[in-house]
């Protein structure tokens, strides 16, 4: 006799499935994803639509990004109590997660997935920067893996040399900042909408060490700037290679990193900006002798206030065959 095949999901695992992937942290919170269900396979689209010419002309951090969400989905698959398997695609679908069998989640598991409504990006400074040794550990394991790397930047001379060079170059990048202004002004009033960052999201004294660099973000001298990232915990995540795997697989790492701090009540922000611009990347390696390709920064620490959440697209966007069309 064989044994049954795994149940499809029902309507309401979709919907789980649905929030757990639209929380993922993204670029500009562009949720640059897509989901598409039939029977026991869920693919994770990448929504090639969403360009950001001047910031990611690569689409690096929209993969990145899909990673994150990749996660999300993992979890929330286990969470439900079911197996799954997943597999990296190559084209416009970036993962397929195949659901098997009943499956009990662990309680590493479902405290990740629970973290997942509770982190956002927190731009702010931190309470304190002083966290446990195991709890360091605990944060860093999360995303290590095969191909992906976490460094605690010793020289921080040199990242405030290159961060502060980073945040002059960005600032008075006229075609630079007029696309951020797309993306950061219109989550507010009458025409608000479900992406962008809203104004609440970015701190009001937003150092280039801790959000996104805008046309009036301060640029304090370098000392200042190192002082200041002394007193944040900082991690930087390199891949092995600079493929899309290594981009999809960079994703994934720092959103398991992301969820693994704020279950241990910590919060923290993610940074991409400077790792953009042509040679910074190069000289990263360089000056703080890192084994891999930088993909992000994450900064994390304890929280002195609560960070503002940022919208969401409606769910129904998620399905690229309408809201009632991601089951097939
Ligand atoms: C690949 C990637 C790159 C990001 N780069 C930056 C950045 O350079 N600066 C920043 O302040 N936030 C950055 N973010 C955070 C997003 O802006 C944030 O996730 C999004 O606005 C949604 O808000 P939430 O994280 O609070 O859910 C990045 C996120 C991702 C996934």
Redesign the pocket.
């Known amino acids: 006799m064989t044994a049954a095949a795994p149940a499809a999901l029902t309507h309401e695992q979709i919907g789980v499935l649905a929030r757990a992937v639209s929380?993922?942290?993204?670029?500009?919170?562009s949720q640059p994803w897509q989901l598409l269900v039939r029977g026991t396979e869920v693919d994770l689209l990448e929504r090639r639509d969403v360009e950001l010419r001047r910031h990611d002309p690569a689409g690096r951090?929209r993969l990145?990004?899909c990673g994150?969400a990749l996660t999300n989905l993992e979890l929330a698959v286990r969470a439900l109590g079911r197996d799954c398997h997943v597999e990296y695609r190559d084209d416009d679908v970036v993962a397929t997660v195949t659901i098997g069998r009943e499956r009990a989640a662990s309680a590493r598991v479902y405290s990740l997935y629970q973290a997942i409504g509770r982190?956002?990006?927190h731009?702010h400074r931190f309470f304190h920067n002083r966290v446990p040794k195991d709890v360091h550990t605990a944060v860093v394991a999360a995303g290590e893996t095969t191909g992906v790397h976490l460094v605690v930047p010793a020289r921080l001379d040199k990242l405030a040399e290159l961060l502060g060079f980073a945040t002059r170059v960005l600032r008075e990048d006229r075609g630079y900042q007029r696309e951020l202004e797309t993306w950061t002004a219109h989550t507010h009033g009458w025409d608000a909408v479900g992406d962008g960052?809203p104004e609440d999201?970015?701190s009001p004294e937003a150092l280039p060490v801790?959000?996104?660099v805008r046309a009036g973000t301060p640029v304090p001298d370098d000392a200042v700037l190192a002082a200041r990232l002394a007193a944040e915990n900082l991690l930087v995540l390199c891949t092995d290679g600079d493929a899309r795997a290594d981009h999809i697989a960079a994703?994934a790492a720092?959103q398991r990193v992301w969820l693994t701090a704020t279950a241990k009540a910590l919060v923290g922000?993610?940074?991409?900006?400077p790792l953009h611009l042509t040679g910074f990347r190069a000289r990263l390696v360089s000056e703080l002798a890192l084994p891999g390709v930088p993909q992000?920064i994450f900064r994390f620490g304890y929280p002195a206030v609560p960070?503002a959440?940022?919208p969401r697209l409606p769910l129904g966007e998620l399905f690229p065959d309408g809201p009632t069309g991601g089951i097939r």
């Open positions: 929380r993922a942290p993204s670029v500009h919170n951090d990145l990004s994150a982190r956002r990006s731009r960052v999201a970015l801790a959000g996104l994703g720092l922000s993610v940074l991409t900006q992000a960070a959440p940022s």
